[in-house]
């Protein structure tokens, strides 16, 4: 099996942006749903973004108007664009994906079965 792997993360200053990329083929439930979360230094696991087999999205508060989740037509790879970042946005970003048919939301990404090894993003202020 594939491992999901995520790039595109880096060091911006506040109200920049960045695109991150998940190869996706590995995840066994991508055509079910695929996530984004986070994790900053001594915090928990944050639930950003989530898309399922029908393209619908949801969004964290937090991130909603700036961030946009998307994929691929085959499903392959996985995005965020993130844009107007801030400094709280720091930290280590995962594409998910559940191994069972649980709900597909942003709020559940942090407990999904499947991960990548993380990408960094730091936002300087």
């Known amino acids: 099996q594939v491992q999901p792997v995520e790039s595109g993360g880096d060091s911006v200053q506040a109200g920049g942006s960045l695109r991150l990329s998940c190869a996706a083929s590995?995840?066994?439930?991508?055509?079910?749903?695929m996530a984004w979360f986070r994790q900053a230094p001594g915090k928990e696991r944050e639930g950003v973004a989530s898309?399922?087999?029908?393209?619908?999205?949801t969004y964290a508060d937090s991130v909603k108007g700036r961030f946009t989740i998307s994929k691929d037509h085959d499903q392959k790879n996985l995005y965020l664009q993130m844009n107007s970042l801030k400094p709280e946005d720091t930290g280590m970003y995962y594409c998910?994906?559940?191994?069972?048919?649980?709900?597909?939301?942003?709020?559940?990404?942090?407990?999904?079965?499947?991960r990548g090894q993380g990408t960094q993003v730091t936002v300087s202020s």
């Open positions: 898309i399922d087999m029908d393209g619908s999205t």
């Open positions: 590995g995840f066994t439930y991508r055509y079910y749903c």
């Open positions: 998910a994906a559940p191994v069972t048919f649980e709900t597909c939301n942003y709020g559940a990404a942090p407990s999904f079965g499947d």
